[in-house]
């Protein structure tokens, strides 16, 4: 989900959830009118998704990356 539901709440299965051990976060950053512009942006060409593909095997030392800041992109796995 990009944005919030119309009415503002949403419906979670509790007991798939916890057994399946996913988990509900959220963000307050932006609007649907935000969201909107930016896919409308991006469909026009005028935004780059900035990405660097890793095997699959560094995924511990990825992270580890990313928990100490030296992450400038989006890392996509290879698998």
């Known amino acids: ?5 119309a009415g503002g709440a949403i419906r ?13 976060i959220g963000s307050i950053v932006g609007t649907r009118q ?3 512009e ?3 942006l ?3 060409g005028r935004t ?11 995924v511990n030392d990825s ?3 990313v928990l100490d800041g030296q992450v400038t992109a ?3 796995f290879e698998m």
């Open 1 to 5: 989900m990009v944005a919030p539901p």
């Open 12 to 24: 979670v299965p509790i007991f798939d959830t916890v057994l399946d051990g996913k988990s509900v």
């Open 34 to 36: 935000d969201l909107d």
């Open 38 to 40: 930016v896919f409308r």
């Open 42 to 44: 991006h469909a026009a």
């Open 48 to 58: 780059k998704v900035i990405y660097e593909v890793r095997p699959l095997e560094t």
């Open 63 to 65: 992270i580890a990356e």
């Open 74 to 76: 989006r890392i996509v």
